[in-house]
């Protein structure tokens, strides 16, 4: 036998056991499952191009968690052309037939191409078509809340000109609020009766709207008790408003010509967990028996362990909270309640700043834009249900808050 | 002792017998197993039961988010073991996390789903996970509606979260079924607001009676898709998924106290209207 | 400075947030504030320690009035936190025990107390003194039948959801409009530097 013979012979009988010598899986090659072959890859609409929507489905020879596919493997090559490098792996034996990933932190309006290889379970696997490039595009602007930017600038600008029609010295007129009325009264009761006058500030954060509401009431309050040269107790829940209450406090007894009667340790910290909070206020309603409780703020549960106990000491309560479902509690346990956005215009109301006065009118002119809003929408509703018209439905697309994106 | 007076007196009941009576009667139905309760499953528990029910065993998973503290657990805790037995008999997976600023939501969620799960033999990490809490709700569920990772690198367990099967699916909210938020404060307002509206998340509120008001106009406009009011909701789902639990034993409690509250006003107009015509 | 400089970050921070709300290409400079705003607020939470640290033990060290529940309170602060460290969070441990036999008895009985609180308070305020109260009255006796399913005859609990439904739904959304707008100009106010209650005195 020649030697070439003899060479292509032990070639031929090793041929079988090749594939033990290589590391790799092979790609098998014609495969004997069908690849992927519907990968989808889009930009991810309203953002900001730094992603890209994939989703593709389950190989045909793949029936959901009971073929011979062990994983399904995404992969991407970047900007210039780079090398295809893995960035997600799916497994297959999860339910449903489809597969979807966000690839985020790209580039914008770079190319981006991608293919899916699927892995059997002899440890071979299957590359699909490459689908690209494709490049996420940045967007800019959220087209889907036009509505939103619409009204939102009509608000903005109804209260700047109301600001400015304020100082320009045009009178506003605002509605009486009892509540807010009754505090000077309460205050005045306290300075008779020789007691103290409890402030609760709520139990929100200084992130909170009425906490800050709260503090500018606080603020026109101190300074109505300094003058009286009585007693304010402010009990504070929050650790960040407790030395914004303290601020508040010892300016309007100085600005009252009281400094010397300010005592920093009747503004006080006490925990920041909520019944805890409840449980010493309403120990010191009972020591210290005032004569006012103002409970002015934010409020959940507590709302009305606070109110019964200031109720059992005999203490005039005016309470206020932007909190719906505390309402009723203070309602019927206290003398005077401030609902809701009532309490926002105290620091206007009290203060009668103009500026101030200016933006709540501002608020309440834009209230009735909403109004006029709200009746069109109904008609335009009912007017389309009754005539079955599409130009009614109009009003409703438009006046309609989209999700997606943003 | 004359009419006046005990007009007056019963006008004016002091408080501690109020409370005395009170006690008596939450305590009283936990012994005896009266008054009989009649729950029919509302409108708004049999959606949110369909919600979950839709979910396929063993695939993407529900959320729960326990979004309330130890006071509300009285109330809460009944809903959630109702819920996690009817995702666990049904092989339903679990993603639970908590949004409770402070932690102690997430110190509950660690007694609770763990209990519950292992009644069923459902294994950790794979039937279910609880990512743990993070304590600004806002931001986080904004952050998860882009990468659940990013917000959660690690469970509750100190496990990484990229070494948990469960979560190996999951990227962000359009893998998430839906959620079912059980809370006490407008956290389950915001469920609504933020990933609800922004992200198009399917979400469910299990909430105390307070709140429940509160949540309806989302419900009617379709940004909530089931409500769970109460302990009087608890008892719902129980019956919906014939489990009884803590929800419906409380119902009775509830039913006591509700009527001898009636009773007290009722005893008070009394006594003030006959005072008021004698002048 | 000290108040120009709070009022300059306000009004940088605010109007990017208003403006970013439209412009998705801002979004990876929300998140990446949304990040920052997670490590400040988890710093608030070492504030929050730290300020019961200084007033308890202020209150320890000076023996003053009732100072010894202050101890406890710093006690349990400290056993809660060496158990956490030491022992770590899951089942079994002393963290968990602690929490399922102290911590949660002890905040489901403060909250139990609004039971007896509104009772107190249903029977003080329910009273037929006026129109507007007998209809509270009539509305709260109806909502507090239906919610038990009782009066099925009477169409109890069928008033009692159209009670809750209509009417009462009716005012909430109408102070809930009010309170997104206030929100919404006391905010504006804020950005605007208008409003400066936050920074304390607002003055030099």
Redesign the interface.
């Known amino acids: 036998m020649r030697p070439c013979r003899i060479a292509a012979t032990i070639s031929i009988a090793l041929l079988p056991f090749a594939s033990l010598t290589t590391p790799e899986a092979q790609e098998l090659n014609p495969p004997s499952l069908p690849p992927v072959s519907d990968l989808s890859v889009e930009d991810k609409p309203?953002?900001?191009?730094?992603a890209l929507k994939i989703s593709f489905s389950r190989s045909p020879g793949d029936p959901a968690g009971h073929g011979p596919v062990t994983r399904y493997e995404l992969f991407r090559s970047g900007p210039g052309g780079t090398e295809f490098v893995a960035v997600k792996s799916f497994q297959a034996q999860q339910a449903g037939n489809r597969f979807s990933y966000e690839d985020l932190n790209l580039r914008p309006g770079r190319d981006y191409a991608y293919f899916v290889r699927t892995h059997l379970q002899n440890g071979a696997y299957v590359d699909g078509a490459r689908v690209g490039p494709v490049a996420p595009i940045?967007?800019?602007?959220?087209t889907n809340?036009f509505n939103?930017?619409i009204t939102?600038a009509l608000?903005?600008a109804l209260?700047l000109f109301m600001?400015r029609a304020a100082k320009q010295g045009r009178e506003l007129f605002i509605r009486k609020i009892a509540g807010l009325d009754a505090i000077d009264e309460a205050v005045g009761r306290c300075t008779e009766m020789g007691k103290p006058t409890l402030y609760v500030p709520g139990i929100s954060?200084?992130a909170d709207?009425a906490t800050?509401?709260s503090?500018?009431i606080l603020?026109q309050v101190a300074k109505r008790i300094a003058s009286y040269q009585s007693r304010i107790l402010v009990p504070n829940r929050d650790?960040?408003v407790?030395?914004?209450t303290?601020?508040?406090v010892?300016?309007a007894f100085t600005e009252a010509g009281y400094p010397h009667n300010y005592r920093p340790d009747d503004i006080?910290?006490v925990?920041?967990?909520q019944?805890?909070y409840?449980?010493a206020v309403c120990g010191t309603m009972v020591r210290e028996r005032p004569g006012a409780n103002l409970l002015l703020g934010m409020f959940a549960?507590e709302s009305?362990?606070l109110?019964?106990?200031g109720?059992s000491v005999g203490a005039i309560q005016i309470a206020g909270t932007?909190a719906?479902s505390q309402?009723p509690?203070f309602v019927?346990?206290c003398d005077y309640t401030i609902?809701?956005?009532e309490?926002?215009?105290a620091?206007a109301y009290i203060g009668r700043e103009t500026?101030?006065l200016g933006?709540?009118k501002?608020?309440d002119y834009?209230?009735a834009v909403?109004i006029v809003l709200i009746v069109i929408g109904v008609l335009a509703m009912t007017l389309g249900v009754i005539l079955e018209g599409a130009p009614f439905n109009f009003v409703k697309e438009m006046l309609r808050v989209r999700s997606t994106?943003? | 002792m004359q009419f006046q007076e005990i007009l007056r007196l019963l006008q004016n009941?002091d408080?501690r017998i109020?409370?005395s009576v009170?006690f008596v009667a939450?305590t009283f139905p936990f012994y005896i197993d009266w008054p009989p309760?009649?729950?029919?499953v509302s409108r708004e528990v049999e959606d949110a039961y369909n919600v979950i029910e839709s979910i396929p065993p063993h695939s993407n998973p529900l959320m729960i988010s326990f979004d309330y503290?130890?006071?509300?657990?009285?109330e809460l805790t009944p809903m959630a073991e109702a819920v996690l037995h009817h995702c666990f008999s049904r092989g339903i997976r679990v993603l639970a996390i908590s949004l409770q600023y402070?932690g102690?939501g997430a110190?509950?969620a660690?007694?609770v789903v763990?209990r519950i799960a292992a009644e069923y033999g459902r294994k950790q990490n794979v039937d279910w996970a609880f990512l743990g809490f993070?304590?600004?709700a806002v931001?986080?569920m904004?952050?998860m509606g882009?990468d659940f990772k990013k917000t959660f690198p690690i469970d509750?367990?100190g496990t990484p979260v990229n070494e948990i099967p469960l979560m190996e699916p999951i990227q962000n909210y359009d893998q998430i079924p839906a959620v079912i938020t059980l809370a006490s404060t407008a956290v389950g307002e915001y469920w609504a607001v933020y990933p609800g509206s922004r992200y198009g998340l399917k979400v469910l509120a299990g909430l105390t009676?307070v709140y429940t008001?509160?949540i309806?106009?989302f419900y009617?406009s379709g940004q909530i898709s089931g409500i769970l009011g109460g302990l009087?909701g608890a008892a719902e789902y129980e019956k919906r998924i014939d489990k009884i639990g803590d929800g419906t034993a409380g119902?009775r409690s509830?039913?006591t106290?509700?009527y001898?509250?009636?009773l007290?006003?009722v005893i008070?107009?009394i006594a003030?209207?006959l005072s008021r015509r004698r002048g | 400075m000290r108040i120009q400089l709070p009022l300059l970050i306000c009004a940088i921070v605010g109007i990017f947030m208003?403006v970013q709300?439209?412009?998705?290409?801002?979004?990876?400079i929300y998140?990446r504030l949304?990040?920052y705003?997670?490590i400040v607020?988890?710093f608030?939470?070492v504030?929050?320690v730290?300020?019961?640290l200084h007033?308890h033990g202020g209150k320890v060290q000076k023996r003053r009035k009732d100072w010894v529940y202050s101890l406890a309170?710093i006690a349990a602060m400290v056993l809660m936190m060496l158990a956490g460290f030491i022992e770590g969070?899951?089942?079994g441990t002393l963290f968990?025990n602690l929490?399922?036999a102290v911590?949660?008895?002890?905040?489901?009985t403060?909250?139990?107390?609004?039971?007896?609180?509104?009772?107190?308070?249903?029977?003080?305020?329910?009273?037929?003194?006026s129109t507007d109260a007998t209809v509270l009255?009539v509305a709260?006796?109806i909502v507090?039948?239906g919610?038990?399913?009782?009066g099925r005859s009477l169409a109890i609990?069928d008033m009692a959801r159209w009670i809750?439904?209509t009417p009462?739904?009716v005012a909430?959304?109408a102070?809930?409009?009010?309170?997104g707008?206030?929100?919404?100009?006391?905010?504006?106010?804020?950005v605007l530097g208008?409003?400066r209650?936050?920074?304390?005195?607002g003055?030099e």
């Open positions: 309203l953002d900001a191009g730094e940045r967007q800019w602007f959220f809340k939103t930017l939102t608000f903005i209260v600001i954060t200084i709207v800050i509401a503090l500018n603020g650790p960040i407790f030395p914004v303290q601020d508040v010892k300016l006080y910290f925990t920041n967990d019944f805890a409840a449980a549960a009305l362990v109110a019964e106990t109720a932007d719906i309402l509690f019927t346990a609902i809701g956005e309490l926002y215009a620091s500026s101030l933006s709540l501002g608020q834009f209230k909403c994106g943003g | 009941i408080r109020i409370y009170l939450v309760v009649r729950i029919e503290d130890p006071a509300s657990a009285a402070s102690l110190g509950i660690s007694d763990p993070q304590p600004n931001i986080a904004l952050q882009e509750y367990y009676a008001a509160d309806q106009p009617q009087k119902m509830q039913k106290v509700h001898m509250i009636i007290f006003i008070g107009n003030y209207l | 208003a709300y439209f412009v998705p290409a801002l979004l990876p998140n949304n990040d705003l997670q607020y988890a608030s939470i504030l929050g730290a300020s019961v007033r309170a969070r899951g089942s968990q929490f399922n911590l949660l008895p002890v905040q489901a403060m909250f139990a107390l609004l039971a007896f609180y509104l009772a107190s308070a249903s029977f003080r305020a329910f009273r037929t003194r009255l709260a006796v507090m039948i919610r038990l399913d009782d609990p809750l439904n009462n739904l909430k959304r102070i809930l409009i009010g309170v707008l206030g929100m919404a100009s006391t905010a504006l106010k804020v208008i409003e209650s936050y920074l304390g005195s003055k």
